[in-house]
């Protein structure tokens, strides 16, 4: 059976050679980002990853690695609308919004470290995590990333003098649950 989300583990198709040829760019891509150091490696990375979507359009994991490869450039609005073709190619793919979501998370993060308003980025962190345990309700670290992101969000408003008490209790049953999981 293999990791489902390895090329090795590529099914049998009928549906063509593009489909195929999708399966081979992107696992050029794998194998070229477990050495990728430089900038010019990862856009070579990035290139066959978006030459694999073109050809298969709905190979999931094409999408989650063109986040990373994009991440590794530096590009965290590129890594965020590669999730999100990602999710629009495939609803029912929870890592794309896991993916998503922690890269939401670390934005808010970083703006909550500077002293800026987090709230939009933990909201939308928290948005896509409802979603991936939608579609994963077994993801303990899904449970484990809202319950981080609820916690955060809390403490944002115990510092501004808010009551984070809600956002405090959200974050202990996403624990607990997460704990139950794992």
Excluded: M
Excluded at 1 to 15: D, F, Q, R, V
Excluded at 80 to 101: F, I, M, Q, S
């Amino acid at each position: 059976e293999g990791n489902p989300s390895s090329p090795a583990s590529a099914p049998a198709t009928t549906a063509g050679p593009d489909v195929e040829r999708g399966w081979v760019e992107c696992a050029r891509a794998l194998s070229l980002a477990c050495a990728a150091t430089t900038p010019e490696e990862w856009r070579k990375v990035r290139a066959l990853l978006e030459d694999a979507i073109r050809l298969q359009p709905t190979l999931e994991e094409a999408y989650e690695w063109l986040a990373g490869a994009e991440r590794s450039l530096g590009d965290e609005e590129r890594a965020v609308a590669a999730y999100t073709r990602g999710v629009e190619a495939d609803r029912g793919y929870h890592p794309h919004y896991l993916g998503r979501a922690r890269l939401f998370a670390e934005r808010g993060g970083r703006a909550q470290a500077a002293g800026e308003d987090p709230q939009e980025p933990f909201a939308r962190a928290e948005a896509d995590f409802d979603r991936a345990l939608e579609l994963s309700a077994d993801s303990a670290l899904a449970w484990l990333q809202r319950g981080l992101v609820r916690q955060s969000a809390g403490l944002f408003l115990a510092q501004r003098g808010g009551d984070p008490s809600a956002r405090w209790d959200a974050a202990e049953a996403d624990y607990a649950r997460a704990l139950e999981l794992d």
